[in-house]
């Protein structure tokens, strides 16, 4: 009887001492540090026991898993719903907006019927004055009539004019450009090939002083497509007719120093033809003003011959006394220009690295 002394509870205060028993058991409970032990049942007032989740934490989701997957499928197919909308929206918009218009669509292009038309396109200043060098180009390129019925005299008019064109009235960039354009043309090609070497011959013989140089330089250099940039006379004419008439100005003096100065282990050469001091220093003013007007396009675009012009130069200055001071002076500054055409101006970073084999022991 005494073991139970304690624990018998009486009808009338067993909802007085139930509290008084549960605050112990928390008491306990606190000292063991169960606390919040989930594993044992707990008990509310009603004495009713409820299970709890395992694990630690509070349960985040509570539901299956098929619910929860199903949930985020929803979300995806809304996002990509919206993302599909936004997008057709910006193509709507995109295809609503004005495109912008050529110069083919604002500016119609003029038929020329008539050589005397095309001519007066290409020296007539009044004209030009009122049409910009591509609608020219453009009004040139579309009489495919007239150029297909055009004759070799018709084509030496053209070509007379475009040359006059440039060396009076300084277009030779705009008269470059139009070479390229007219270029697919065998008869003009051929043509404008013998009226370049006509106009270099007289540049040297006759001493006419026209800006011969600083024409073949913007020939040189011009917009030329890749498969015609070659100076081949089977694929283009022009080009090839103007590095041969440079590589005759470098000949020129090249003879004429060899003359006087030879390599280490070369014998002096006498050329078999030889020519007059002036002549020798208007081949070299020549090459001066061609580098002077190219600047580095030439060694960018023609390196080899950029590499001739330079041998030439070197050895005429010191060993050559058929040019004048004046003519050695403008080769001098030719000299140094090209040295600066191979540096690079901006800014460079070399990195070097060293790698080490290490022997097995």
Known sequence: MSRLTGRVSFRGEENCNSTSNYRRMDHQDARRGNGNNYRQPFRSQNNEERSKPRGKGAVRYQGTYSDRFHHQDQQKDCCSSDRFVESSQSQEKSITRKPTQRIEDVIPTEELLEVEDLIEQISDLSIRSDRSASQIKRNILASDLLLDTMDIDDWE?????????????????????????LLKNPIF??????????ASSKYIMEKDGKPIPLFLSSILCAHWPRQYFKAFDNVNPILYTVVCIIKGWILVVQEDTQRYYSKPGESKNTPEIIETPEMVNLCAVALSDLCESAQRQLWINWASLTDEIYECIKPSITHNPNLTGESKERLLDTLLQMTQWTKNQNASMKCSGVQTVSSGC
């Open 157 to 181: 008019k053209v070509c007379k004019s475009m040359i006059e064109t440039a060396l009076n009235k300084g277009e030779t960039e705009f008269i470059a450009d139009l070479m390229v354009a």
């Open 189 to 198: 090609a051929a043509v404008m090939s013998d009226e370049l070497m006509d």
